[in-house]
């Protein structure tokens, strides 16, 4: 019983923590990844200037990183909130578990589980567009510009 509580208590810090981890990072680089794609597109264009496709596509995937990066932490969030009610149904439960108690802990898990995944896989595209963005842009400004 104990276990279940101090579980509970980690899951419902979790659904907050889950919203400033490395997240965070991912959001303050693309967003700065964006105003570099804009105020080179504006610089460009009061030069009259072509304005590259490295450029446009570099701010697109921080664009992208940004929202998929959300939808990760909503995802993350699911999955917190999905164990959280696990353990409150082990804790209601008691010592006793009957089935119905088991299988409705068990339909928790499972979408606790298929909410982190969700989340680990919307992460990793998340950082992955960053990282795209960022050897882009840079690619752009180092050879192009």
């Known amino acids: 019983m104990s276990k279940a509580k101090d579980r509970q208590k980690l899951s419902w810090e979790g659904m907050f923590y889950s919203i400033q981890r490395i997240d965070l990072l991912i959001v303050s680089i693309c967003g700065a990844g964006i105003y ?3 105020e080179t597109i504006k610089y460009l264009s009061d030069k009259s200037q072509d304005i590259s496709l490295l450029v446009r596509i570099s701010g697109g995937l921080f664009l992208f990183g940004i929202i998929i990066n959300f939808i990760s932490q909503l ?9 959280f009610l696990m353990c409150q149904a082990e804790i209601d439960a ?19 589980e298929k909410f982190s995944n969700l989340t680990d896989k919307f992460n990793y595209v998340s950082m992955g567009l ?3 963005g960022l050897i882009l842009i840079m690619y752009y400004f180092l050879f192009t510009f």
């Open 130 to 132: 960053m990282f795209v």
């Open 75 to 83: 995802f993350g969030y699911k999955a917190n909130k999905e164990d």
């Open 94 to 112: 008691g010592d006793k578990i009957n089935e119905k108690e088991k299988a409705e802990i068990k339909e928790f898990d499972r979408k606790a």
């Open 36 to 38: 570099v794609c804009l």
